[in-house]
């Protein structure tokens, strides 16, 4: 497709709303609206059978959430890998010995530019959370892989980026055994 003009519609500091006039492959011209975010990192902290997990309130569907921490690559001079030992330390206090990395998701395809990278955590050691401001309402804590899934199954964990990071751990787990 083919892009023929562009305009934004809207932009702050974590995103850019956009509208492409598009060309399709038959001819035909379409809108399209998409959003550009910047990429993130996604960190599954493991020890042993136990995952760590952070609740926050995530205010578009007006609920608390438990998900694995991750944050956004802002500055795209920094290493994804980087981002993401500072993520783990600032949300859970943790520190990672071991930095594998999963897999790369999209998480909306269809209207978001960004990616996420995934990556597991292990030779965890516990230190105090280094939160932002925004984040002082967050809290975490250690689940059992049991637990995890049953949080996945029943509905508790919906953000779609833990239930991919979990499922790229479960098939890095099966390629390495």
Request: hydrophobic share 35%; aromatic share 8%.
């Amino acid at each position: 497709m083919d892009v023929l003009t562009s305009r934004e519609i809207y932009s702050n500091q974590w995103i850019t709303v956009r509208e492409d006039i598009i060309r399709r492959p038959d001819g035909e011209q379409a809108i399209y609206a998409l959003i550009e975010k910047s990429d993130f990192a996604i960190i599954v902290p493991q020890d042993g059978d136990r995952f760590h997990l952070v609740e926050q309130f995530r205010h578009p569907l007006r609920q608390r959430c438990w998900e694995f921490p991750g944050g956004a690559v802002a500055d795209k001079s920094l290493d994804p890998s980087e981002v993401a030992r500072q993520e783990l330390r600032e949300e859970t206090g943790l520190r990672a010995e071991h930095l594998t990395y999963l897999g790369r998701v999209a998480p909306a395809p269809a209207t978001s530019t960004h990616y996420g990278r995934i990556y597991l955590a292990t030779g965890l050691t516990e230190g105090p959370h280094e939160r932002e401001p925004s984040e002082q309402d967050m809290r975490a804590a250690w689940f059992s892989r049991a637990e995890l899934e049953a949080m996945i199954t029943e509905g508790v964990v919906v953000d779609a980026q833990t239930v991919a990071a979990y499922g790229l751990l479960l098939l890095h787990e099966r390629n390495n055994h």
